[in-house]
């Protein structure tokens, strides 16, 4: 199987090699991967759906480094921003109702990433995670925005939307990276990091099942869902890989390595807008590097 150059690109950078500008384009523009990610969503980003589309293709975009440099890449950021920023944080219908933690936390993550210059608005996302979104049970939040509580069963009921909570701490994370932190933004995150935990990543706390059955699934790049690899990634980030209740979910990815050496990625979501970085059920590159960077570490 022949690597992809976006992903070889990736590897570089992971390793911290010095690239230029310049030289990261010009592998960018070899890779057939980075060909289809950047032919336009063919919805109008004027629709929820259509915008979502962009979203989703934004999300992928800033797996890969210095995709963040291409003028497309930076005119859809401005797009995305434009028509989802309503000055307390992120809603894809542009309306303050209308916010969604998932979404708020994606295109947050989104800006800081892609190394976006206007912090403003990234404080704005990552304010309302540290005003309104919850990381434990039964907290009562003052977001009076109505499709937090109401839409897709209600992201922010007694029991928090897990994704969210997630999504949420992946944003607080990044912006530890790239910014000066505070007081507040660490005691979030490590109130995060601990719900997290105590779900040992991945199960109910009433029984021990999965969450929801594809978060045991490999699938990469994330969606406003999540999985236990992204879920490892994060804890791996704030050096909590360690702690004891992580093994499980380890344990998981190990059991799912093909005999051939590879991980394969379990499914595909959101076909209509989503790019596949592996064909499921196959040998996947993309995938088997991700996971080996957990077990292997």
């Known amino acids: 199987m022949n690597e992809d150059s976006a992903l070889s690109l990736k590897k570089a950078y992971d390793r911290g090699e010095s690239l230029t500008m310049e030289k990261a384009q010009e592998i960018l523009k070899q890779s057939e991967l980075m060909g289809m990610l950047l032919k336009t969503p063919e919805r109008s980003p004027n629709t929820f759906v259509g915008l979502r589309a962009y979203l989703w293709r934004l999300l992928e975009l800033s797996e890969i480094p210095f995709t963040n440099t291409l003028e497309k890449v930076q005119k859809w950021i401005e797009l995305l921003v434009d028509k989802s920023y309503i000055g307390e944080g992120f809603a894809l219908e542009g309306k303050k109702d209308n916010l969604l933690a998932c979404h708020n936390a ?17 404080d704005a996302g990552i ?7 919850s990381v434990e049970r039964g907290k009562e939040r003052k977001w009076s925005g109505s499709d937090l509580y109401t839409r897709f069963g209600g992201c922010m009921k007694s029991t928090p ?3 969210g909570i997630i999504k949420s701490m992946i944003a607080l994370t990044e912006y530890k990276r790239r910014f ?8 979030t ?16 706390l009433s029984m021990d099942k999965p969450i929801e059955d594809s978060i045991i699934l490999n699938f990469y790049p994330y969606t406003y869902k ?11 980030a704030n050096d909590l890989m360690e702690d004891d209740r992580c093994s499980d979910a380890l344990e998981i990815l ?10 394969q990625a379990d499914t595909s ?3 209509s807008a989503w790019i596949d970085f592996d064909m499921p059920k196959k040998p996947g590159l993309w995938i088997s590097y991700i996971i080996s960077e957990l077990v292997d570490n």
């Open 106 to 122: 994606l295109i947050t993550t989104i800006l800081i990433k892609m190394e976006n210059d206007d912090k403003e608005k990234i």
């Open 127 to 133: 304010n309302w995670i540290l005003e309104y979104q």
């Open 161 to 163: 939307c897990y994704y």
């Open 180 to 187: 000066e932190t505070s007081k507040n933004l660490d005691d």
């Open 189 to 204: 995150l490590k109130q995060g990091l601990k719900y997290i935990l105590n779900h040992k990543l991945y199960k109910r």
């Open 226 to 236: 999540s999985n236990i690899m992204e879920i490892l990634s994060l804890l791996k």
């Open 254 to 263: 190990k059991e799912k390595q093909r005999p051939d050496g590879y991980w």
């Open 269 to 271: 979501y959101m076909k």
